[in-house]
C-alpha cells in the first residue's frame, strides 16, 4: 500500500472546466462534432515570424528568473503608454510560466496560515483551490454585492482581496470608482488587492480598462497579474507576469527560483522581438470578440434570456434558474446528447449555481444561436425526467 497522500490536494477536486473539457476531447476523437463553449480561450489569426538560428539555440538555455530584460520592458512600456502606470520594469516586474503559477506563487509569498481571502463570485475556479493549496482560507463573496459592500465581508483575519478585471465569467469591468474604494479598504485594513487583469484586451473601443496598478501608484497594496496567453492568443506558450513592489517581487523571485526556474527562453525572446507586431494582430482580434459578444447578447435579449451585466471578455453567466431538473443534470444533457459543451455555474461559486458559463470564443454566431435556442428549449420545459441523464452521467463516472 503507498503510502498517505497531502490532504489537503487529496480535498481538491479537478478543475471542473477541463473535466468538461476532456469528455469534449474524447466525442471529437471519435469523430463527433462537439459545440465548444467551455474553452478558457479564443482562437487569433497570428502570423509565423522568423527565429533566427542562433536566437534558437540560445533558447535551449535557463534566462533570468526575472524574465528577459527585452519583454520585461516591453511590458512595461505597454502600461505607461495604455494604462498610465509607471512600472519599473528592473525591480516591479517579473515573468514566470504563465499567470496561474504567479498567482498561486504570489498568495504562498503574502498569506501566513489560516489568513482570508475574499473572492468575489463568479470568479475563476482556481482561485479557491489555489488559496486551500496556500494553507489560506477562501472568504466568497455574493455575486449580488456591490464593491462598496465588501468591507463588510473584512475581519482582522483578511489579506487578500482577489479581483478578476474584466471578470471571468461575467464580463464585469471595475470602474474608477470601484477600484479607487478597494484602495481605500487596502489602505484602511493593510491588506492587498491581488488584481488579475488577464483579459484587458476583450473591450469594445469605447470600454476603459483600468489597471489596478495606475491606482495604487506606489503599488503598497498592488497584486497585479496579466498573461501575455490570452490577450495575444498564445495560451499553450504559458508565458504570465506580476507587478508588484519591489519587496514583493524580491520574494516572489525566491519562489519562481525554487518552482520554475524561468519562463521558456526561447518564446520570451520570440514575444519580445515580435510583440508590438503580434499586438498589431492580436488587439484588432480581441476588439472583435467583444463586439461578438456584444452580437450573441441581443440574441440573447430577442431568445427573453436572463445573464449577469457585464461588458468584456469572452464569456457569459447565462441564468438557467427556471430549467425543472439541477444545473449539474442540464450541464451534462447539453453535452452527452446534444453536444453542447457549458459549464455550471457552481464551479464559479456557490451562489452562482443556478448559471452556466457559456464561451464563445471558438464558435460562429450562426452555431451560437443554435446551441443558445436548445438551452432555451430545456429551460421551457414544464417538466424534467432525469431518470436517462442520471443513469448516463453513472456511465461516466459524474455520480
Known amino acids: 500500500m503507498i503510502p498517505s497522500i497531502n490532504n489537503t490536494v487529496e480535498s481538491i477536486p479537478e478543475a471542473l472546466s477541463i473535466f468538461i473539457n476532456q469528455i469534449v476531447y474524447d466525442k471529437v476523437s471519435k469523430g463527433e462534432r462537439v459545440y465548444t463553449f467551455s474553452l478558457g480561450e479564443a482562437f487569433f489569426d497570428i502570423p509565423r515570424f522568423s527565429v533566427p538560428d542562433e536566437k534558437f539555440k540560445l533558447g535551449y538555455h535557463y534566462s533570468s528568473s526575472m524574465g528577459q530584460p527585452k519583454l520585461r520592458k516591453k511590458i512595461s512600456d505597454l502600461y505607461r503608454k495604455h494604462y498610465g502606470a509607471f512600472v519599473d520594469d528592473n525591480t516591479e516586474l517579473l515573468i514566470s510560466a504563465g499567470s496561474k503559477v504567479i498567482i498561486y506563487m504570489l498568495l504562498q509569498t503574502v498569506l501566513n496560515d489560516g489568513d482570508e481571502v475574499l473572492v468575489h463570485e463568479p470568479a475563476w475556479l482556481s482561485y479557491k483551490e489555489q488559496i486551500k493549496l496556500c494553507r489560506g482560507v477562501h472568504i466568497p463573496i455574493p455575486y449580488d454585492k456591490t464593491v462598496n459592500e465588501w468591507e463588510d465581508f473584512i475581519t482582522d483575519r483578511t489579506k487578500v482581496i482577489i479581483i478578476n478585471n474584466p471578470n471571468n465569467p461575467s464580463g464585469y469591468l471595475y470602474s474608477q470608482h470601484d477600484l479607487e474604494n478597494l484602495l481605500e479598504m487596502a489602505q484602511k485594513h493593510d491588506l492587498f488587492i491581488l488584481s488579475d487583469e488577464a483579459y484587458s484586451d476583450f473591450l469594445l473601443p469605447d470600454d476603459k480598462f ?190
Open 210 to 399: 483600468i489597471s489596478f496598478s495606475s491606482v495604487d501608484k506606489d503599488k503598497e497594496h498592488c497584486l497585479v497579474v496579466n498573461s501575455l496567453s490570452k490577450n495575444m492568443g498564445m495560451s499553450g506558450w504559458r508565458v504570465g507576469y506580476a507587478i508588484a513592489h519591489q519587496n514583493v517581487i524580491e520574494q516572489l523571485k525566491k519562489m519562481n527560483q525554487h518552482l520554475v526556474t524561468c519562463a521558456a527562453t526561447v518564446l520570451q525572446d520570440y514575444m519580445a522581438d515580435h510583440f508590438d507586431e503580434i499586438l498589431s494582430y492580436t488587439i484588432p482580434q480581441a476588439e472583435e470578440m467583444a463586439k461578438k459578444r456584444h452580437m450573441v447578447l441581443k440574441i440573447i435579449d430577442k431568445l427573453g434570456l436572463k445573464y449577469l451585466p457585464g461588458t468584456g471578455t469572452f464569456y457569459l453567466m447565462l441564468d438557467v434558474s427556471d430549467f425543472k431538473g439541477t444545473t449539474e443534470e442540464l450541464v451534462y444533457d447539453l453535452l452527452i446528447n446534444h453536444n453542447i459543451a457549458v459549464v455550471p455555474g457552481l464551479a464559479y461559486g456557490e451562489s452562482t449555481e443556478d448559471f452556466v458559463r457559456f464561451g464563445i470564443g471558438v464558435e460562429s454566431i450562426e452555431d451560437i444561436e443554435k446551441c443558445i435556442r436548445v438551452i432555451k428549449d430545456f429551460l421551457s420545459l414544464k417538466k424534467y425526467d432525469n431518470s436517462k441523464i442520471v443513469m448516463q452521467m453513472k456511465q461516466y463516472g459524474i455520480c
